[in-house]
C-alpha cells in the first residue's frame, strides 16, 4: 500500500471530523450604500468546517468534469491566477487538488501576461483559470502559443450553478478518488516574492515536502487558549506560501479565518473585524504594522492602540520591525510575533515566543521542535559564519542541510547539496537569534567593510515619517551609502526636502554612532525620485535594492563623480 502522506486536503479532513460544526471562514457583507467610505462592512456571513469541505468538493466535481471535457487529465499541472483574497480562492486551490490536479498559484499583476504564459510554459501547464477583470483573457489567447487552455475562475460559491452545460452535463458525475502518488510527485507550485532576472522562482512542493509543512505548522500560530476559537485575520494573497501555510496551520488547530476586502487592512476594517468578526490574532507584514503603530501614535484617541492591545497577539514577518517600535510595543504589552520562512523552506523556519513571553532583552527567534516517528529531529539547519571585516561583525547565513525535511527542490540547491537561504543573523547566545535581513542588505562599500542599509532605512522611517513615503538606501562600492526618497508631501520643494531629511539623519544618536563609511556623507546624498516609483515586489511591495541600484547607477556615478 503506497504511503499517506500529510497534505493540505488530508489536514481539511482531519479538521472536519474533530469540528465540523466550528466556524472555519467568516465573510465580511459589504454595505453597497456606504462604498466607498470606510468602514463599509455591515457584518460576516460563516463558513463552518462542514460547509467548507462541501464546497471543496463542489468544486473539485466541476473542475474535474470542465478539465477532463478539455482533454486534460488528472495529474496535469493547471494554471490559477487570481489575487488570492477571497474564500472562493481557497476553493480553487483545494477544488482542483481533490479533482485530483496539481494547482500552479500565482497572483502577479495584471500586466505580467507574459510572465504567466512564460511560468505555464515551464511547468507544462495544460491550463489557466483565471480571475475575470483582474487579467484580460484576450491578451492571454494572443500570447498563449502553447496550447494552454483558458478557463474564467467561479466569483462565488455556487457560481457553478449558473453553468448551464455544467447543469445539464456535469452535475450527476462522481468525483473520482485521489490519484496514487509518490514522494517525489508535485502537490502545489507556488512562486517566489522576489525574482531573479525579473523572473520569479518557480518552487515545486512535493508530496513528501507537504508533509513535512503540515507537521511544522502544528508549531505555528498556536491559540492562546485550547479552549477559545482561534479567530485569524487574512495576510497576502493564498497564491502565495504565507497565506496558504496561515490557512492550513488555522485548519490544524480548527482556527477561523476573516476575508478581508484588502490586503493592506485599513484601521476602519481592523476595528470591524475585531468588534463584528471577533478577531483575537492579526497577521501582517511590517509595513503595515509599522503604519498602524504610526496612527495610534498620530490619533491617540481613535482606541486604535487598545484593539492592539487586546489581540491575543499579532504575527508578522516577510520583513523586520525597526527596533523602535518593537520598543514601543513592548512597553504597551502588544503581543507581537516574529515568524521567519521563506517561499522555499515554507513556514516556519525559525520564530519567537512572543513579547508577552519574552522575559530577555530580546524576543529571540529559535527552531522548533519537530521530530520524526523515530524521534530524531525532522529538521536540520546550520549557520555558517561569514568572515568578519575591520568592525569585527560576525553574522551568520542559515543553510538548510540536504537531510532536513523541508530543505527545498534540487534546483534550489547549491553544489554542495544544501540550500543558501542569503538570509544572515546574529547568534546573540547559542540557539538564540536576531534577523540581520538578507545578503544584499548589507551593502559592500568602498573600503571593503560591510554597511547596514536596511538599519538606516529604519532610522530614517523613524525620523522622517512625515516626509517620507518610503526609502531605500544603496551604495555598493562607493565611499558613503546614498539614501533615495519617495516623498510623502507634495508641498515642499525637492531642495528642501532633501536638506531637512539630511539635517534630520545627521542629528540621530545612532547615525552618528556608525563608522564614517555608514553615514550619509552630504544632502547630496539624498536623491528624491517621485511618489511610489521605486521598484517592488509585487506581492510584499518591498522596494528591490538591487534593481533600484542598478537603476539610479548613473545617477550614483555622478555624485561619487566616477
Not at 467610505?37 to 468546517?49: E, L, M, N
Not at 504594522?289 to 489581540?311: A, M, T
Not at 568572515?387 to 534540487?410: F, H, R, T, W, Y
Request: aromatic share 8%.
Amino acid at each position: 500500500m503506497p504511503p499517506r502522506f500529510q497534505t493540505h486536503l488530508s489536514n481539511l479532513e482531519r479538521a472536519v471530523s474533530l469540528w465540523p460544526s466550528a466556524t472555519a471562514f467568516k465573510i465580511p457583507i459589504i454595505d453597497r450604500s456606504k462604498v466607498p467610505d470606510s468602514p463599509h462592512i455591515s457584518g460576516y456571513s460563516v463558513v463552518t468546517y462542514t460547509e467548507l469541505y462541501q464546497d471543496v468538493l463542489r468544486f473539485a466535481e466541476y473542475w474535474a468534469w470542465r478539465l477532463q471535457k478539455a482533454g486534460i487529465t488528472p495529474k496535469s499541472v493547471v494554471g490559477f491566477c487570481s489575487k488570492g483574497a477571497q474564500y472562493t480562492d481557497m476553493l480553487h486551490i483545494y477544488g482542483l487538488s481533490r479533482a485530483g490536479y496539481v494547482p500552479q498559484c500565482f497572483s502577479l499583476l495584471p500586466n505580467a501576461v507574459e510572465l504567466v504564459i512564460s511560468l505555464l510554459e515551464r511547468s507544462g501547464a495544460k491550463a489557466l483559470i483565471y480571475q475575470e477583470g483582474y487579467i484580460n483573457p484576450a491578451r492571454l489567447s494572443t500570447n498563449a502559443s502553447s496550447g494552454v487552455k483558458l478557463f474564467p475562475s467561479l466569483s462565488a460559491r455556487d457560481s457553478y450553478l449558473r453553468d448551464s452545460s455544467w447543469m445539464l452535463e456535469g452535475s450527476t458525475s462522481i468525483l473520482a478518488d485521489m490519484p496514487i502518488v509518490s514522494a517525489e510527485d508535485t502537490a502545489l507550485i507556488f512562486h517566489s516574492t522576489g525574482t531573479t532576472s525579473g523572473v520569479p522562482k518557480h518552487v515545486p512542493y512535493s508530496y513528501q515536502y507537504m508533509d513535512t509543512l503540515i507537521q511544522k505548522l502544528k508549531f505555528a500560530f498556536v491559540p492562546a487558549s485550547p479552549h477559545v476559537q482561534d479567530v485569524n485575520s487574512w495576510v497576502g494573497s493564498i497564491c502565495h506560501m504565507g497565506q496558504a501555510s496561515y490557512v492550513m496551520s488555522g485548519f490544524y488547530h480548527g482556527s477561523c479565518m476573516i476575508e478581508q476586502t484588502t490586503p493592506f487592512l485599513s484601521p476602519g476594517e481592523l476595528k470591524a473585524m475585531v468588534n463584528m468578526g471577533g478577531l483575537t490574532r492579526a497577521s501582517m507584514f511590517p509595513a503595515l504594522l509599522v503604519k498602524l503603530f504610526q496612527d495610534c501614535r498620530k490619533y491617540p484617541e481613535s482606541g486604535l492602540r487598545d484593539l492592539l492591545l487586546n489581540l491575543d497577539s499579532i504575527i508578522y514577518g516577510g520583513g523586520s520591525l525597526p527596533k523602535d517600535e518593537i520598543e514601543w510595543a513592548r512597553n504597551r504589552r502588544i503581543n507581537l510575533i516574529n515568524v521567519y520562512a521563506s517561499t522555499e523552506c515554507g513556514v516556519p523556519i525559525l520564530q519567537s515566543n512572543g513579547l508577552r513571553l519574552c522575559d530577555e532583552e530580546e524576543d529571540y527567534l529559535r527552531s522548533i521542535p519537530v521530530k520524526k516517528d523515530d524521534g530524531s529531529p525532522l529538521l536540520s539547519y546550520r549557520f555558517d559564519a561569514l568572515p568578519a571585516d575591520e568592525n569585527g561583525m560576525c553574522l551568520k547565513e542559515l543553510i538548510v542541510l540536504s537531510d532536513s525535511g523541508d530543505c527545498p527542490d534540487k534546483s534550489f540547491r547549491s553544489a554542495d547539496g544544501h540550500f543558501h537561504t542569503g538570509d544572515l543573523f546574529e547568534e546573540a547566545k547559542p540557539g538564540a537569534f536576531v534577523f540581520r535581513g538578507r545578503s544584499d542588505d548589507w551593502i559592500k562599500m568602498a573600503n571593503a567593510c560591510k554597511c547596514d542599509a536596511r538599519s538606516i532605512e529604519d532610522d530614517v522611517r523613524q525620523a522622517c515619517a512625515d516626509l517620507i513615503f518610503d526609502c531605500v538606501v544603496v551604495g555598493t562600492r562607493r565611499p558613503s551609502p546614498a539614501l533615495i526618497v519617495e516623498p510623502a508631501v507634495a508641498e515642499m520643494s525637492e531642495e528642501s526636502l532633501r536638506q531637512e531629511i539630511f539635517r534630520r539623519v545627521v542629528g540621530l544618536r545612532s547615525h552618528n554612532q556608525r563608522l564614517p563609511h555608514e553615514r550619509i556623507a552630504s544632502p547630496d546624498g539624498v536623491i528624491v525620485v517621485p511618489p511610489r516609483s521605486l521598484i517592488r515586489t509585487a506581492t510584499k511591495g518591498n522596494v528591490r535594492r538591487n534593481a533600484v541600484e542598478e537603476a539610479m547607477n548613473a545617477r550614483l556615478d555622478s555624485i561619487f563623480a566616477i
